[in-house]
C-alpha cells in the first residue's frame, strides 16, 4: 500500500516543488482513498490546514495531480465533478444515469476485454483505464 513519503516521492521524481498545499492534499486522499470527494470538501480541508492557501492554486495542484495518475475526477449528474484516489490501484469504472445519476461500479469482465484490445493500440501504452458510462438505469428507462 502507497504511503504519504511514497507519493511525495513520485512527485518529486516528476519534477514537482512540493508544497504544504501538496501535502495537505496527499493526505487528505490517502485518508479518503474510498471515497467520491467533492470538490468543496477537499476545499474545506486546505483552508482548515492552510487558510491563506488560494483557489488558483487549489485547482492548479488538483489539475496536476490528476495528469500524473493520483486521482481521477469523474461529472457526475446531479452531484458534479467528484475526485477520486487512483494511483497504482483498481479504478473502478462506472455506469451513470443521465436522469437520477444513479452511479454503479462497472462489470469488470467488461473492462478487462477493453484492456486487452487497447494493448493492440499502437504507439500508445499504460493506459491508466477511466470509463464512464452515460444511460438511464432501470427505473428512469420505463418513465421515458
Ligand atoms: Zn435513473
Given at each position: 500500500m502507497k504511503k504519504h513519503k511514497d507519493l511525495v516521492h513520485f512527485l518529486k521524481s516528476k519534477g514537482l516543488r512540493m508544497t504544504p498545499s501538496k501535502e495537505v492534499i496527499i493526505q487528505y486522499f490517502l485518508d479518503n482513498k474510498n471515497r467520491h470527494i467533492p470538490f468543496k470538501d477537499l476545499q474545506k480541508e486546505l483552508y482548515d490546514n492552510?487558510?491563506?492557501?488560494?483557489r488558483v492554486t487549489i485547482y492548479r495542484n488538483i489539475e496536476k495531480f490528476v495528469s500524473l495518475g493520483i486521482i481521477q475526477e469523474l461529472d457526475l449528474p446531479k452531484k458534479g465533478k467528484i475526485y477520486q484516489y487512483v494511483f497504482e490501484k483498481k479504478v473502478p469504472h462506472y455506469f451513470i444515469c443521465?436522469?437520477?445519476?444513479k452511479t454503479n461500479k462497472g462489470n469488470e469482465a467488461l473492462f478487462n476485454k477493453i484492456e486487452l484490445a487497447l494493448k493492440?493500440?499502437?504507439?500508445?501504452?499504460?493506459?491508466?483505464l477511466s470509463l464512464v458510462f452515460y444511460g438511464f438505469c432501470s427505473k428512469c428507462e420505463t418513465s421515458l
Open positions: 492552510i487558510p491563506d492557501v488560494d443521465k436522469s437520477c445519476g493492440e493500440v499502437p504507439d500508445f501504452s499504460k493506459a491508466n
